[in-house]
């Protein structure tokens, strides 16, 4: 299994998913479904909880998030709770700047509604 990796742009997020558990998903979140980046991520995910990590680590740190972007991504996060399954560890680590309740509300949404801890970390 490689790793994959795809540079930020003024409407995509810097993406990095590594075979080591190291996934890290940082940036602008505007991409619409007009990409085939989703369909790659969510084939690299089929592929990685074949066999994952004993620890899946999942670093989020959006500056803005669409609704489209937040669809993918939960559909991302529910494909990853295999991992738990499989008695293996999922950490999810969702970055926030400082007064930015709107980046801080999406996670604890998704959060509850998917029913997985995250570790909310505000920056300045």
Known sequence: MEEIRYKSSDN???????????I??????FMQNST???????????????DPDDTTCLILAYEYLNSFNTMMLTGFLR????????????????YYEE?????LERGENISLALKIPFEFIKVR
């Open 12 to 22: 995509s997020p810097e993406i990095v998913l590594s075979p080591d558990g190291n």
């Open 24 to 29: 890290l998903i940082r940036g602008r979140g």
């Open 36 to 50: 085939d980046i989703p369909q790659k991520i969510s084939d690299w995910i089929d592929e990685y909880i074949k």
């Open 79 to 94: 494909k990853l709770l295999t991992v738990l399954e499989l008695n293996k560890n999922l950490k999810v680590k969702w």
């Open 99 to 103: 007064g930015d309740n709107d980046i």
